[in-house]
C-alpha cells in the first residue's frame, strides 16, 4: 500500500529508459520511503537491491509515517524480499561501510532534501557505481523558491561541477540521470 506516488511520470520514466535496458544485477538505493522505486526494480529486473534509509521520513513529512514507514516498506516488498538487503540508518554511514568499489550497476539517490545531504551521498556513492552505471538523482527540482542550501539540486549542481570529467549527463527533468564514464 503506497500513501503517495512521488516515483509518478518522471521517476518511472526515466527508469524506463535507462534503468530497464541496463538490466541491473546490483542496484542500491539511498532513500526509499515506502518503495515505489524499489518495487519498479523488483518487478523490472532480476536485480539485488540494498536500501538505505532512516524510514523517519524527511522533514517535509508527517511524524505519524516514523512508527510505519519501515513496516510500509517491508509489506509493499514482500513479495521480493530475499533480493533485498535493508540498511535502517543514515546514508553517510552505511556508504562508508560498502567495502567494494565498483560494486553497483544502478545508484538511485532520492534521500534527505538538503544540499549537503545530496552531495555527501553523491560523493560517497559515486566510486560504488561500476563504470558505465547509471546514477539518478531525484528531486532535482523539488524546493524552487526555497533557500539554496535547502534543496538538493545545489548539491547535485556541485557534484556535477566536480565530477563533470568522469560522467556523463543523460537527462536533466525533475530527476538527473549520468552514466559513469569508462577509464580509457
Known amino acids: 500500500m503506497f500513501t503517495n506516488d512521488w516515483f509518478g511520470i518522471t521517476g518511472k520514466a526515466n ?22 522505486a524499489s518495487v519498479w526494480l523488483m518487478e523490472h529486473s532480476l536485480t539485488n537491491l540494498t536500501v538505505i534509509d532512516t524510514f523517519k521520513g524527511s522533514d517535509e513529512h508527517d511524524a505519524q509515517f516514523e512508527t510505519t514507514m519501515l513496516k510500509r516498506f517491508e509489506e509493499n516488498i514482500e513479495p521480493h524480499k530475499e533480493r533485498v538487503v535493508i540498511k535502517v540508518g543514515t ?4 556508504l562508508r561501510e560498502i567495502p567494494i568499489a565498483g560494486q553497483y550497476d544502478f545508484i538511485y539517490i532520492d534521500g534527505a532534501h538538503y544540499a549537503m545531504n545530496a552531495l555527501e551521498d553523491a560523493v560517497l556513492a559515486f566510486p560504488l557505481l561500476k563504470e558505465g552505471g547509471i546514477m539518478i538523482f531525484d528531486d532535482y527540482t523539488w524546493g524552487r523558491g526555497m533557500h539554496p542550501l535547502d534543496i538538493p539540486s545545489t548539491g547535485t549542481d556541485a557534484f556535477l561541477h566536480i565530477y563533470g570529467n568522469k ?4 537527462e536533466k527533468n525533475s530527476q538527473v540521470v549520468i552514466q559513469k564514464n569508462t577509464s580509457k
Do not use: M, N, W
Request: hydrophobic content about 35%; glycine content about 6%.
Open 91 to 94: 546514508s553517510q554511514h552505511f
Open 167 to 170: 560522467l556523463t549527463v543523460l
Open 15 to 36: 527508469f524506463e529508459k535507462y534503468v530497464a535496458p541496463l538490466s541491473p544485477a546490483d542496484s542500491l538505493e539511498i532513500g526509499c520511503y515506502e518503495g515505489r
